[in-house]
């Protein structure tokens, strides 16, 4: 049993190895190197794919493409609409770090991977001192809390990412007016709100501009954008603005509605959070606060009728 065990952990630890140095991927010094070498090479005849394949690093050429192998047969065991509701999550969190489906779940390899050196280890160094069931129990624990931590990570810059956008958006929103009042269109007072303002929905505007000089229909990279974020106000905005286009009604009268709507319901959403206030501030008040009041009462009296007990002892 120790021995298989300990040849768990050796496993484990030369997995995670692997995937550490290649995920690191290429260095910025390596890269300028390659160049270097491509550039000065320009009048030398051509390298065959042998000696091409030979000047690769053994990370180029065995480590990464073993890694690329074991993250495809992870996806490929995954069910079918993981790797869309993957993808899904990422640009809802902004794709942080540029990661990709494929990166994501080697992130979450690695996890796995760590997670059972971890537990291992646990059930190791608690045995002695617990019973089996009680050192199973931690290493399942610590398995599972490593385990799930790339996606609870991911989920929680999703949800930061979407309230930023619903916080900012009514601000937005007013930004745009003003520009389109002025005379702007609606793509140049989108521009105007990317060189003005900073943050996941400029950065959004911006991806949409991008994607309008690649010949994008702007109803349709406004779409895109609403699921994108998974917002709702941003839905409704985008559904706002493309009817206003269908109809030929005024872009400025649409946001103006819409600004109206969107900071009523801002401050709507502030008083449903002042109301949950009481209920929240409940559970540290009886856990917390008043265990320390009934000591600072109830002590001070106590201690004077002890006292007073003694004295009457005598």
């Given at each position: 049993m120790e021995l298989l065990l300990a040849v768990i952990v050796i496993t484990s630890f030369l997995t995670i190895f692997l995937l550490v140095i290649g995920l690191r991927g290429r260095t910025e010094s390596e890269l300028?190197?390659?160049?270097?070498?491509?550039?000065?090479?320009?009048?030398?005849?051509?390298?065959?794919?042998?000696d091409r394949e030979l000047q690769k690093s053994f990370r180029e050429r065995v480590i990464w493409p073993m890694i690329n192998k074991i993250i495809g047969a992870v996806i490929r065991m995954t069910p079918s609409g993981a790797a869309a509701v993957t993808q899904s999550k990422l640009d809802a969190a902004g794709n942080p770090a540029n990661l990709g489906v494929r990166e994501f779940f080697g992130v979450r390899l690695f996890g796995a991977s760590m997670a059972l050196v971890v537990g291992l280890l646990v059930f190791f160094f608690t045995r002695p001192i617990m019973s089996l069931g009680m050192s199973l129990a931690a290493a399942i624990l610590f398995l599972v809390i490593i385990g799930i931590m790339p996606d609870y990570i991911l989920q929680v810059k999703v949800n930061a990412r979407q309230v930023s956008i619903r916080k900012s958006l009514p601000d937005i929103s007013d930004l745009l007016l003003v520009s389109v009042e002025a005379g702007l269109s609606f793509d140049a007072a989108m521009q105007r709100v990317v060189e003005k303002v900073?943050?996941?929905l400029s950065?959004?505007?911006?991806?949409?501009?991008?994607?309008?000089?690649?010949?994008?229909?702007?109803?349709?990279?406004?779409?895109?954008?609403?699921?994108?974020?998974?917002?709702?106000?941003?839905?409704?905005?985008?559904?706002?603005?493309?009817?206003a286009d269908q109809l030929g009604v005024s872009v400025a009268r649409v946001?103006?509605?819409?600004?109206?709507?969107?900071?009523?319901?801002?401050?709507?959403?502030?008083?449903?959070?002042?109301a949950k206030l009481p209920v929240k501030m409940l559970f540290p008040l009886i856990f917390f606060i008043l265990p320390a009041i009934f000591l600072v009462i109830l002590v001070p009296g106590m201690l004077s009728i002890m006292q007073a007990l003694g004295g009457m002892g005598r």
């Open positions: 300028v190197r390659k160049r270097l070498r491509e550039f000065h090479s320009g009048g030398e005849p051509e390298v065959d794919v042998l900073k943050g996941p950065d959004e505007f911006a991806r949409i501009l991008q994607e309008l000089r690649l010949g994008k229909l702007r109803a349709q990279a406004l779409r895109d954008m609403a699921k994108r974020t998974g917002v709702e106000d941003i839905s409704i905005f985008v559904a706002a603005i493309y009817q946001l103006r509605v819409q600004g109206q709507t969107l900071r009523n319901r801002r401050v709507q959403r502030i008083r449903e959070v002042a």
